[in-house]
T-cell receptor
Framework: DQQVKQNSPSLSVQEGRISILNCDYTNSMFDYFLWYKKYPAEGPTFLISISSIKDKNEDGRFTVFLNKSAKHLSLHIVPSQPGDSAVYFCAASGEGGGADGLTFGKGTHLIIQP | DAGVTQSPTHLIKTRGQQVTLRCSPKSGHDTVSWYQQALGQGPQFIFQYYEEEERQRGNFPDRFSGHQFPNYSSELNVNALLLGDSALYLC????????????FGAGTRLSVL
């Protein structure tokens, strides 16, 4: 049973436009959410995170939105750049500050087209 | 400042063999977690080490074991390898006070033939 779901295996966006990546979760004990970016032959790179006490967190071009009632979060990238082409993973952790390890979705492959 | 380093980069083993993977955490980090990433999947949590003890474990059999050394580096051991153990093994480190944000190494690609 997948507790973190990324239902779009891939997403194609034109350079300069907004990229929106979605993630749903089922475990109501999750209280911290993270987005990672992964290039081929590299490990996942931390992008941005959000605590369950907030509904938005912004860092430069990246904004994460959390809707707790819908158990849904999204990552917005504005404007999208060619270097943003990568696989994006949504991850969640529960109480204990990550002591349970992170639970990941299957990832969304973002392709930025020129 | 070196990030998380893993060795070896690639490894080929045959069924039934044993393998040891190594990880050095980012400077200042004392907690190490291991993940298995199968093709087309997200990373799956294997276990986490802190103060040289296994603190939490995911849904992996006892064939998967680990160790953490006084310098915080860590090893992942897998016994009696199965074909299904072929995957990318990722090590992540984090400081005790901010365990939620984990920083990953590039991984070890294990192929079991």
């Amino acid at each position: 049973d997948q507790q973190v779901k990324q239902n779009s295996p891939s997403l194609s966006v034109q350079e300069g436009r907004i990229s929106i990546l979605n993630c749903d979760y089922t475990n109501s004990m999750f209280d911290y959410f993270l987005w990672y970016k992964k290039y081929p032959a590299e490990g996942p790179t931390f992008l941005i995170s959000i605590s369950s006490i907030k509904d938005k967190n912004e860092d430069g071009r990246f904004t994460v939105f959390l809707n707790k009632s819908a158990k849904h979060l999204s990552l917005h990238i504005v404007p999208s750049q060619p270097g943003d082409s990568a696989v994006y993973f949504c991850a969640a952790s529960g109480e204990g500050g990550g002591a349970d390890g992170l639970t990941f979705g299957k990832g969304t492959h973002l392709i930025i087209q020129p | 400042d070196a990030g998380v380093t893993q060795s070896p980069t690639h490894l080929i083993k045959t069924r039934g063999q044993q393998v040891t993977l190594r990880c050095s955490p980012k400077s200042g980090h004392d907690t190490v977690s291991w993940y298995q990433q199968a093709l087309g999947q997200g990373p799956q949590f294997i276990f986490q080490y802190y103060e040289e003890e296994e603190r939490q474990r995911g849904n992996f059999p006892d064939r998967f074991s680990g160790h953490q050394f006084p310098n915080y580096s860590s090893e992942l051991n897998v016994n009696a390898l199965l074909l299904g153990d072929s995957a990318l093994y990722l090590c992540a480190s984090s400081p005790m006070l901010a365990k939620n944000i984990q920083y990953f190494g590039a991984g070890t690609r294990l192929s079991v033939l």
